[in-house]
């Protein structure tokens, strides 16, 4: 068990630094300073950061990360140097580790009963220190030697795409990952930036996966250069993961002007520019003055990229209010509160204006964007949110980057050739069991749920493989971390 009095030896909440603003701005290698696997963390206080989880009679941890991991367990062990049980113990229930110890947002933490006086457990930061060892003793679980001769197509290669080919494949199935941009990874690959997420880490796990027996095609669009009916047809069951990958727009006045762009279409071929990949005609911060619609995660992705591309200026929009810095009264622990962050992009530069709402793209007559005309948002007694009347004034603009998120996946072509049913939200639809109406046809992650966080993809890939297995052989030994009534909530 935990030491009992560990939360009161060490009290203060401690986590690596972060590489100096001046040096980090210049690459765009990883901001962390990342504890070397093997080296001392924190002079060797990584232990004493791990003692300070209480092993709660009713980890309440568990339930802000829908993957059920076993934190206070792996705690417990990092604090006796217990390594290789700790990876044992974290691989029972998450595949990827290293990604959401970099990328998620730790709502574990917030769910943190020592959260209620002090500051939470460093669960994260623990996590991916475990991660991180066990590729560096080569900790990675074995695969039984075992076929069952079905094979099953995997559409897309997020997260849930992932977690879902892994778990089929460890199984004995022959799994096949299709993607259709040129390397695989989804949005883990091309959507976020080198800085928060080195493109090593996620080919590492990729290698490993091939060594499994999981087969990745990219290059091949689902739909197009292969039909869904023909996919189905070939395969024995078919996981569709292609994520919610349509953007929210943003149908104003001068919304078709040289200059405003999706944030993606921003994003995406910076990522692949900062690899040193040739790309024509990508839009570019440099020397521009760049505003940022959205106050998410993707928009503070946005002002990292542009820092660093050498933007003039870099501004962001919230239409809402400021969040609050501590947790407010109707937010209580152990929910997830929406508190004011500053992200390690925001840290860099840049100005953050909220009660922003957008009312005009404006042009410079020749057909490019040159501000944009902007209103202090007010709040209606019905709850909806207009400009308030005499409060416009003007932002310059010579780049503006719409990351207000995301509404749902593409299905104009799963939908044409396969007939698949998509529900009132425009999701695919499907039931308790993650199957669609299409016989042998599953959905995962985003695509059945909605724009949602990595731990839920990979929560649902894993459930979404049980289901799969036990459509096809009648029953299944894998783990199903989401139950039926968190489910049946989606789509």
């Known amino acids: 068990m935990a030491d009992p009095r560990g939360f009161l030896k060490v009290r203060d909440r401690e986590l690596p630094p972060n590489r100096p603003v001046e040096v980090r701005l210049r690459d765009w290698k990883d901001v962390h300073a990342h504890r070397e696997a093997g080296e001392p963390f924190l002079g060797g206080r990584l232990g004493e950061q791990a003692g300070r989880c209480m092993d709660c009679g009713i980890p309440f941890c568990h339930q802000g990360c829908p993957l059920g991991n076993f934190i206070p367990e792996w705690n417990d062990l990092v604090r006796r140097d217990q390594w290789e049980d700790a990876v044992d113990r974290m691989y029972a ?32 930061n623990i996590e991916l220190s475990i991660a991180d060892e066990a590729f560096a003793r080569g900790l990675t679980p074995q695969v039984p030697a075992r076929l069952t001769g079905t094979t099953i197509a995997v559409v897309g290669s997020g997260p849930a ?35 928060k997420l080195e493109k090593h880490i996620i080919d590492k796990r990729l290698e490993q996966m091939q060594a499994e027996g999981t087969r990745f095609r990219p290059g091949v669009e689902v739909g197009k250069d292969i039909t869904w009916d023909a996919l189905r047809r070939r395969f024995d069951a078919v996981v569709v993961a292609t994520g919610a990958t349509v953007p929210r727009e943003l149908p104003l006045p001068g919304r078709d002007l040289r200059g405003v762009h999706y944030a993606m279409d921003f994003l995406t071929p910076a990522n692949k520019a900062s690899k040193g990949e040739p790309v024509k005609g990508a839009p570019t911060a440099e020397g521009k003055h760049v505003v940022v619609i959205g106050g998410g995660d993707t928009g503070s992705d946005c002002v990292g990229t542009a820092l660093r591309q050498g933007a003039a200026s870099v501004t962001t929009l919230a239409i809402g209010k400021k969040p609050p810095v501590d947790r407010p009264a109707n ?21 953050r204006t909220y009660l922003a709402s957008t009312v005009e793209f404006l042009d410079d007559t020749a057909g490019a964007v040159v501000g944009l005309r902007v209103a202090e948002t007010e709040y209606l007694p019905n709850g909806r949110r207009e400009p308030m009347a005499g409060t416009e004034h003007v932002i310059r603009a010579d780049l503006v980057l719409i990351a207000m998120g995301f509404t749902g996946p593409e299905t104009d072509a799963i939908t044409a050739q396969s007939g698949v049913e998509l529900s009132e939200r425009g999701l695919v639809r499907r039931g308790d069991d993650f199957a669609t109406n299409l016989p042998g046809v599953f959905v995962a992650g985003d695509a059945g749920r909605g724009q949602s966080l990595i731990v839920w993809a990979i929560a649902e890939g894993r459930a979404c493989a049980a289901a799969v297995d036990s459509h096809l052989r009648g029953s299944t030994e894998l783990p199903a971390p989401v139950g039926p009534r968190t489910v049946a909530l989606r789509g």
């Open 93 to 124: 229930t998450n595949n990827f580790p290293e990604l959401t110890g970099r990328v998620c947002p730790a709502p574990c933490e917030s769910a943190c009963v020592l959260g209620i006086s002090q500051p939470p457990v460093t669960i994260k």
């Open 161 to 195: 795409g992932l977690a879902a080919a892994q778990q089929l494949t460890r199984v004995g199935h022959t799994v096949v990952v299709y993607e259709r941009d040129d390397a695989i990874g989804g949005l883990l690959r091309y959507g976020i930036p080198d800085f």
């Open 331 to 351: 937010q209580p622990w152990p929910t997830d509160p929406i508190l004011f962050e500053v992200s390690t992009s925001h840290e860099e530069g840049g100005e």
